[in-house]
């Protein structure tokens, strides 16, 4: 499990695949990366990602980079993002 800088826990979440396969090493070898439909994602794991106070790190990396957002963000701009797919 990944944490911020205050000690929360996060939920990474990567936009390929591939990406998230370059984080399979070492303590995370036993590990398997897993395709999510985008609205089950908002409609299920968001919800209870803000119920659990999870936050959500997006696109981390091997040198442990990523974007900390907490649900609630990452929820409004998804939603706004797939209006300009309607």
């Not at 803000?50 to 963000?73: A, L, S």
């Amino acid at each position: 499990m990944f944490g911020d800088s205050s000690g929360r826990e996060c939920i990474p979440v990567w936009p390929h695949p591939d990406y998230a396969a370059a984080l399979i090493n070492d303590s995370w070898s036993d590990c398997i990366s897993e395709r999510l439909d985008l609205h089950k994602f908002i409609e299920k794991w968001i919800p209870g990602m803000i119920k659990d106070k999870r936050m959500v790190v997006v696109f981390p990396t091997p040198d442990e980079k990523g974007v900390v957002i907490n649900p609630q963000r990452l929820n409004e701009d998804l939603l706004e993002e797939l209006k300009q797919y309607e």
